[in-house]
C-alpha cells in the first residue's frame, strides 16, 4: 500500500496530464473528421445561409433526394435513375428553389400567410386535391381512378394509404412506393403556402378597357416611308478607336445592363475528348472477323447473339420490313438471301455484322377483334380447361348466331384491355415476338376474314382465343435477323494516352501566355464558359462540371490561374484557365466581355460620326454619298416594332409616329441594330376601331382576358427571381 500511495504522489500528476493529452487528442481527432469540424476548422458545415437560416447538408440532402423522385415519377417515364445532366439541372433548380422558398415563407410569416388543416385536407384527399396527387402512379398507372370509368376517385387516397401502411412489408419491401408518396405530399404542402403568395400578385393583373383599346388602336395605325440605312460598316475603326475610359463609361451608362446580382466567373478551357482511336476500330473489326465463322454455322441465335453482341436488347425474333428496318443498310439486308452475312458497317456508334436467318411475307400491321378465355393464370387454375373451351365456344355459337361481337366481349372476354375497344385491336408486325406463338403465327400468316379457336398455354396464362382477322395492310417482303454490335469505345491505351497529354499541357502551361501559346500551338479548340455562378452545377459547352465550379470560386483560384485535370464523366478531360472574376455590382472590364463591350461602344462612335456627317441632307444625297438606296415600307405598324425588310427597329417605329416629326422632312439620325437610319413619313394612317357595344365589347373583353393571363405568366415568372435577388444569400459550393 506504502508503494501504492507513493506513486499516486510522486507521479498523479503525470498520469493525470497524460489523461489529458489522451481525451484532446481524442475530440481533436473526432472534430477533424465529424460534425465539430467546422469548430476546429473554421470551415461553415453548412449548404447555404438565406437572411441568417442555415440550410444543413441533411435538410439539402432529403430535398434532392425528394426532387429526384418526383422528376423520376412525372417526367422519366418509368425509368428509375437520372443521368448526370438532368441531375445536374435539377441540383441547380432546387438551390434557387430553396432560396426562393426561404424568402418567400419570410415574407408569408410577416403577412400571416399559413395554409389550414381543412385546406391541407382538401390538398390530399379532396375532389380538388392537387394535380399531383391527382396523377401519382405506380409504374405509369395512376392508381386513385377508378377502373371501370377512368375517373379520379379521391375515395381511394385513404384506401391506398391504409394499404401501405398495414400491408407496406409484404407489398412494397423496398420503401420505394411509401418514400415516393411522402414526397410528394410532402412537395404540395410546401408549394402551395408559396403559391398563396404569389397569388397576391399575380392575382392583381389587370389592364383597363382605355388600355386595351390603345393597344387595338396601335395595331390599327400604319405608316408608309422612305429611309436610307447607313451600316456601322461605313465607318472603318480606325476612325472609332475605343478606350478602357470610353468602355467604363457605357457601362456606367447602362448600368442595369452590367450589374451582377450575384459573383460570377468565367474560364477558357481546352478539351481533351475521350474517343476512339484507329487502334480501338481496328480492335473492333478483328473482334467481329472472328465471330463471323460460328455467326454463319450457330443455330441457336438468341443464346449466340445475346452472349456475344454488345446490344442493350440483345436478340429479337421480330421479322423487319422496308418500314420498319431503320438501318442504312436496310435495302441490302432485305434483298439478301437466308443465310448470307453483310459487315461489318458502322452506325449509331457501333460496328455490326448482320445474318439473315429467314424471309416470309407479312403484314405490317394486321387488325383483328377476338375473344379470350383464361383457365390458368400463372400456375393458378382459374377454371378447368375442358369449362373454358366450352365457354369460348358458347361465345363463338352467339357470334354466328347474330350477336354483336362487341357485346359478346363484354359479357364472355376476360381481356380487359381489349374489352374497352369491344374486342377490337391493331397489332404491328414489330409487336409479334411480344404475343403468344399461336396468337402471333395465326393473325399474321392467315388471311383478312379468317376466324379461327385456338389454344394458348405459357407461363403468364392458359386459355383459349377465338379470333377473326379484319384487316392485314401493306403485305411486303421480310427478314429476321441476328445482328452482332460491337460498340466503339476508346480502350485503355487510348485513354491513357489522352489522359497523359492533358496532364502534359496543364503541367507546362501555367501561365495566361503559355496556355494560349501551347493551345494555339497544338491547334486545341479553346473554348469559353462564361457567367458561371457560385451555384451553378453546369457550365455552357461541359455540361454537368461541379468539380470545376469549385475550382472557379476557390479563394487560391486568382485571374489566369491553370487548372490541374478534370474528368468531366467519361467523355472528356478538361484544363481550364480562370480568365474573369465578376463580384457582385456594377462589373469590371474582363478578357471574356470586352470584345462584345468594345463593339458596343464603337457602333456609338460611328453612329455618331455618321450623324454628323449627313446632317441636314436629303436622303437622295445620303444614298449617293453613303452608296446606299433609298428604300420604301409601305407596312410599319405602330403597334409591332418589326418592320418587313428592316427586322426588330423599335426606334425607327417610333419616329415614325412621333407627332412632332413632319412627313415629307429627313428625320435626325436614328441608330438602329446594325446601323443609322434616315427617313422621311410619306404618311400615317390611323384606321379607328369600330364602336362599343355588340362585337366589339366582346372582342376587347377577349383580348383584356390574353393580355391578363400573359401579365400573370410573367409574374409568376420574375416573383422567384426577384425575391432571390433581393435576399442575402452565403453559398459553400464545397458542401453541396
Not at 405506380?138 to 381512378?145: A, D, K, Q, S
Not at 445474318?355 to 383464361?374: A, E, G, I, L, N
Not at 479553346?526 to 475550382?551: H, M, Q, Y
Request: charged share 25%; net charge neutral; hydrophobic share 35%.
Amino acid at each position: 500500500m506504502a508503494v501504492i500511495q507513493t506513486i499516486r504522489n510522486r507521479y498523479g500528476k503525470i498520469a493525470g496530464g497524460i489523461i489529458a493529452l489522451a481525451l484532446v487528442g481524442f475530440i481533436v481527432s473526432d472534430a477533424t473528421s465529424g460534425s465539430l469540424s467546422s469548430l476546429f476548422s473554421g470551415r461553415d458545415t453548412d449548404v447555404m445561409n438565406v437572411d441568417g437560416r442555415k440550410i444543413e447538408p441533411r435538410e439539402y440532402n432529403e430535398r434532392v433526394k425528394e426532387y429526384e423522385t418526383l422528376y423520376l415519377m412525372y417526367n422519366q417515364n418509368g425509368r428509375n435513375s437520372l443521368d448526370d445532366a438532368t441531375r445536374a439541372q435539377m441540383s441547380e433548380q432546387l438551390i434557387q428553389m430553396m432560396v426562393y422558398e426561404t424568402v418567400a415563407g419570410e415574407q408569408c410569416d410577416k403577412l400571416g400567410i399559413t395554409v389550414s388543416a381543412e385546406e391541407e385536407k382538401e390538398l390530399v384527399y379532396g375532389m380538388n386535391c392537387d394535380p399531383l396527387i391527382r396523377q401519382f402512379q405506380i409504374e405509369g398507372t395512376p392508381i386513385f381512378n377508378d377502373p371501370q370509368s377512368g375517373q379520379f376517385d379521391p375515395g381511394r387516397i385513404k384506401g391506398f394509404e391504409k394499404e401501405i401502411s398495414e400491408r407496406g412489408d409484404r407489398i412494397d419491401p423496398t420503401g420505394r412506393i411509401r418514400e415516393q408518396w411522402n414526397s410528394v405530399k410532402n412537395y404540395v404542402m410546401r408549394a402551395a403556402r408559396v403559391r398563396k403568395y404569389n397569388l397576391l400578385f399575380s392575382g392583381a393583373a389587370y389592364v383597363p378597357t382605355f388600355q386595351m383599346k390603345k393597344m387595338m388602336q396601335d395595331l390599327q395605325s400604319t405608316a408608309s416611308l422612305r429611309y436610307v440605312k447607313v451600316p456601322f460598316t461605313a465607318i472603318s475603326d480606325v476612325e472609332a478607336k475605343v478606350t478602357d475610359e470610353d468602355i467604363n463609361a457605357y457601362m456606367k451608362k447602362h448600368a442595369p445592363l452590367f450589374t451582377n446580382d450575384e459573383a460570377t466567373r468565367s474560364i477558357e478551357y481546352v478539351s481533351f475528348d475521350i474517343i476512339p482511336s484507329s487502334a480501338d476500330t481496328a480492335r473492333v473489326l478483328s473482334a467481329l472477323e472472328e465471330i463471323r465463322p460460328e455467326l454463319a454455322t450457330t443455330k441457336n441465335y438468341e443464346v449466340f447473339v445475346n452472349g456475344k453482341s454488345d446490344m442493350v436488347n440483345g436478340y429479337t425474333p421480330a421479322y423487319f420490313n422496308s418500314r420498319t428496318l431503320t438501318t442504312r443498310a436496310a435495302d441490302t439486308l432485305l434483298a439478301m438471301p437466308v443465310g448470307e452475312i453483310y459487315g461489318p458497317y458502322y452506325e449509331n456508334g457501333a460496328y455490326n455484322l448482320v445474318r439473315v436467318t429467314d424471309r416470309k411475307t407479312y403484314p405490317d400491321s394486321v387488325k383483328v377483334r377476338y375473344v379470350m378465355v383464361r383457365s390458368k393464370e400463372g400456375e393458378t387454375l382459374v377454371k378447368t380447361d375442358t369449362a373454358a373451351s366450352m365457354k369460348i365456344d358458347s361465345a363463338i355459337a352467339m357470334i354466328k348466331g347474330g350477336i354483336k361481337f362487341d357485346s359478346v366481349v363484354n359479357m364472355y372476354s376476360e381481356d380487359e384491355a381489349s374489352k374497352q375497344q369491344g374486342g377490337e385491336i391493331t397489332f404491328s408486325l414489330l409487336s409479334q415476338p411480344s404475343l403468344p406463338k399461336e396468337f402471333g403465327d395465326f393473325i399474321f400468316e392467315g388471311k383478312s376474314g379468317e376466324a379461327k379457336k385456338i389454344r394458348v398455354a405459357n407461363d403468364n396464362y392458359t386459355g383459349y382465343f377465338y379470333i377473326e382477322i379484319l384487316e392485314q395492310t401493306n403485305m411486303s417482303p421480310s427478314v429476321q435477323l441476328a445482328m452482332i454490335s460491337k460498340t466503339l469505345v476508346p480502350g485503355d491505351s487510348t485513354i491513357d494516352a489522352l489522359y497523359g497529354k492533358a496532364v502534359e499541357f496543364a503541367g507546362k502551361n501555367t501561365t495566361t501566355d503559355a496556355f494560349n501559346s501551347a493551345a494555339k500551338k497544338n491547334g486545341y479548340d479553346k473554348r469559353v464558359g462564361e457567367n458561371v455562378k457560385i451555384n451553378s452545377f453546369n457550365i455552357n459547352g461541359l455540361g454537368p462540371a461541379r468539380e470545376v465550379v469549385r475550382w472557379m470560386f476557390d479563394k487560391k483560384t486568382q485571374v489566369g490561374t491553370v487548372s490541374d485535370v478534370f474528368q468531366l464523366g467519361e467523355e472528356r478531360y478538361v484544363v481550364a484557365r480562370l480568365a474573369a472574376i465578376s463580384e457582385k455590382g456594377l462589373k469590371k472590364i474582363n478578357p471574356v466581355d470586352r470584345p462584345m463591350l468594345e463593339q458596343r461602344v464603337r457602333d456609338e462612335k460611328k453612329a455618331e460620326l455618321i450623324a454628323n456627317k449627313y446632317k441636314g441632307k436629303s436622303l437622295e444625297a445620303i444614298a449617293a454619298e453613303s452608296m446606299q438606296e433609298v428604300h420604301q415600307s409601305d407596312s410599319v405598324i405602330l403597334g409591332n416594332a418589326y418592320i418587313p425588310d428592316l427586322g426588330y427597329e423599335p426606334k425607327v417605329v417610333g419616329y415614325a409616329f412621333d407627332n412632332g416629326f413632319q412627313p415629307n422632312t429627313v428625320s435626325p439620325a436614328i441608330k438602329g441594330q446594325s446601323g443609322v437610319f434616315f427617313i422621311t413619313v410619306l404618311n400615317r394612317v390611323v384606321n379607328p376601331l369600330p364602336p362599343d357595344g355588340g362585337m366589339m365589347d366582346q372582342v376587347v373583353a377577349q383580348q383584356r382576358m390574353q393580355q391578363e393571363r400573359q401579365m400573370k405568366n410573367v409574374m409568376d415568372q420574375q416573383m422567384q427571381q426577384t425575391l432571390i435577388k433581393r435576399a442575402d444569400v452565403t453559398y459553400y459550393p464545397s458542401n453541396f
